[in-house]
């Protein structure tokens, strides 16, 4: 019996560490996404302010011939 209750243990242990092995990389692998997102978004808003500036310059230069 002491064999079976031995072995019993060392596979809840397992299960254990690996349902907090995917939790554990589940939430960094969610956090990696959100932090991808956020600099992807200020990004697009860096591309979106120059070709604001670039559309201003080109009407100026237009109105100015």
Known sequence: MGVVNFASTIFSFIYIGLIVLLIVSFTLFIR???????????????????LK?????????KNAD
């Open 53 to 61: 500036k670039i559309t201003e310059l080109l009407e100026k230069d």
């Open 32 to 50: 990696r996404i959100l932090i991808n997102s956020s600099k992807k978004n200020q990004h697009l808003e860096e591309i979106e302010k120059s």
